[in-house]
């Protein structure tokens, strides 16, 4: 593959503004003028201030409609980089504008940034057909996506946020060469607009340590062992940008706040020795966020030769302010992550300061940068863009543009410029959200109080409930099912548009989703399928939904979070006491289940996931509130049995994710977020089915918290992360709930034969009974379209047909 035949990462050099769908791409001065105080005005000259990252979707999602036109064919390669190219000039010059002094480049992706890194090594997986050449659109998506022949890489949770990153698949095979040019690209689009910038790298010890052994290769294959092998490009890279003309560059070494075993720590040292040579001449910040580390990685990173300066997330990083004050080598930047990347609640300006000024004690007022703690592609763009919320919430409030003044805004009062005004009124509204009476509900707070110390089980064992559940439910071994959520049509979301502003009425709206309910009813009963779903097709996501119904919570219009590709989320944000006024799914459930005689599930989300893919109040511990959240689910729970809903999904997705990084956290976590979801089922009949789902991540290492959950069926994603949950059966973990390890990968437009799903059961009757097993796809329908999902559900269904013959047969 060329260049000329195929367009390349890298964008046009010409750059204006443009918009998709007739959204402009641009940051104006209404980010900073909707904020409830003053506005510091900038000087020429920048402090020191540094942003790790930034969102890459645009303040409306432009990224996300140039993507999925390109996908589907609508518009050019060339029509695409036009807008990332816009939307990139845009973020460089907000953040110059404001004063950032060190500003990201290379931290935009089409993507994900380890699949960047990926292709920046060339280590693409054999199965792509890739012959060398810079690698363009076709490459990159197939990997990302899949395509018609050859499955995605998997994809996985990036640390514990809710972003998924592309696995990198490596063996002693791979050919490493310098394939994509992005990184030296970027840096030298944004100097063409007179914007110096600090390319963002993943770290070459982080990429190897979040890769796994490619198919065929063995398990245990030492991924560190190419370490010598990536090196040389890397060395590539840093000289074409030296050649650029950058001043510094940032390695992203995220692995380091994990528990290392020594030789992973050797590893950082040995690499950045290697790379010491290539680096003279140039500043180099080696960057962590999310947790603190250990003493032990701190020492080897503050050890690190060839480079100027480190950065640490001090909000997550609790324990790192005592690292340092322990010893910070003379002469090094600290880029000091005191501004909150990863929640959208506006900074305590005092308490950031007087950090600060600890941090200036130990390592000197000129050495310290002020930062984010990490990216804030973790957060929402621009509060600028919801003009319905009220003054007191707004002003309890920053997203990223805000973030980025605020960041500016410390940084020049720690110079001795600071905005008196600007602080007083972020005081004011620190005081305004502890005393405000819509934050406290006493009877919620002393309802959650009286859940601990108490434990909160199904009286029966779950052998027990499910002989119970069979007599009623009357299924068939290798039962079929889905996950919930169907597609979501144009016309589907025209209707919800609709409805919510009041340009259709309520008797219109619930005629056109009871229409949808009865084809998606009708449809599964085409197919056979067993227990059925009603499709969602009144919710706009799984957790705001539910959160627009509890109280405690709050919603924004634009508050778009890349979750993965050019999926977006909008998650809540939980500002009070939850609890739940009134029935939410009842209604729908119910209908659904009048128009069939099979069994409908109710579909509920579950509490852990509700908290971790909301933005959460950190006024309290995060399980306090969960404990309340898991109140008002158990309420809705006992509604639908009432109702005769006798399957009730309660979905933790997200239950893996929201797993500290330190393993010393790992048992405090587990213990709450498990009785959480086990309040809100505690109290139904042995008869009612309780079924959970999680997806994309490693459940391995948690497989005996999940069993401890005590649901009567779990389906788990498998299909995508090479059947990897199936080895923790083979090793012995015993299972005696239902259990669905997912048969194919719905994130795919790939279509997937009936023979092939076969297999895959197959694998699976290897190491688990018959008898607990259940058929269904690895998540919910909703992104996908129904010419995909129709084909594939057929086949799912006719496999699963095959298999109970066999087993038949066998008898």
Known sequence: MNKASCPTLAP???LKLISVQSLTLSFSSSSRSLLPFSIPTFSVR???SHIVGYPRMGPKRELKFALESFWDGKSSAEELQKVAADLRSSIWKYMADVGIKFIPSNSFSYYDQILDATAMLG?????????????????YFSMARGNASVPAMEMTKWFDTNYHYIVPELGPDVNFSYASHKAVDEYKEARSLGIDTVPVIIGPVSYLLLSKPAKGVEKSFPLLSLLDRILPVYKEVIGELKAAGASWIQFDEPKLVMDLQDHELQAFSQAYSELE??????????????????????????????????????????????????GYPSGKYLFAGVVDGRNIWANDLASSFSLLQDLEGIVGKDKVVVSTSCSLLHTAVDLANEPKFDKDLK???????????????????????????????????????KSSPRVTNEAVQKAAAALKGSDHRRATNVSARLDAQQKKLNLPSLPT????????????????????????????????????????????EEFDIDVLVHGEPERNDMVEYFGEQLSGFAFTANGWVQSYGSRCVKP???????????????????????????????????????????????DQPRHETCYQIALAIKDEVEDLERAGINVIQIDEAALREGLPLRKSEHAFYLDWAVHSFRITNCGVKDTTQIHTHMCYSNFNDIIHSIIDMDADVITIENSRSDEKLLSVFREGVKYGAGIGPGVYDIHSPRIPSTEEIADRIKKMLAVLESHI????????????????????????VAAAKLLRAELASAK
């Open 46 to 48: 920048a402090m020191a």
């Open 12 to 14: 046009f050099a010409s």
């Open 123 to 139: 280590a693409v997986p054999a199965r792509y057909g890739w012959n060398g050449g810079e690698i363009g659109f076709d490459i």
């Open 481 to 524: 099912t889905t996950i919930g959520s169907f597609p979501q049509t144009m016309d589907l979301r025209r209707v919800r548009r609709e409805y919510k502003a009041k340009k259709i009425s309520e008797d219109d709206y619930v005629k056109a989703i009871k229409e949808e309910i009865s084809k998606v009813v009708k449809l599964q």
């Open 773 to 796: 097993l259940w058929v269904n796809p690895d998540c919910g329908l909703k992104t996908r379209k129904y010419t995909e999902v129709k084909p594939a559900l057929s086949n799912m």
């Open 572 to 618: 809540p944000i939980i500002y009070g006491d939850v609890s739940r006024p009134k029935a939410m799914t009842v209604f729908w459930s119910s209908m659904a289940q009048s128009m069939t005689q099979r069994p409908m599930k109710g579909m509920l989300t579950g509490p852990v996931t509700i908290l971790n893919w909301s933005f959460v109040r950190n």
């Open 277 to 326: 040579a290539s680096l003279s001449g140039l500043n180099v910040l080696v960057e962590t966020y999310f947790a603190d580390l250990t003493s032990e990685a701190y020492k080897t990173l503050t050890s690190l030769k060839g480079v100027s300066g480190f950065g640490f997330d001090l909000v997550r990083g609790t324990k790192t302010l005592d690292l340092i004050k322990g």
């Open 395 to 433: 002003s309890w409030l920053a997203f990223a543009a805000q973030k980025v003044i605020e960041v500016n805004a410390l940084a020049k009062a720690f110079v001795g410029q600071r905005d008196e005004a600007f602080f007083s009124n972020n005081a004011l509204a620190h005081s305004s959200r």
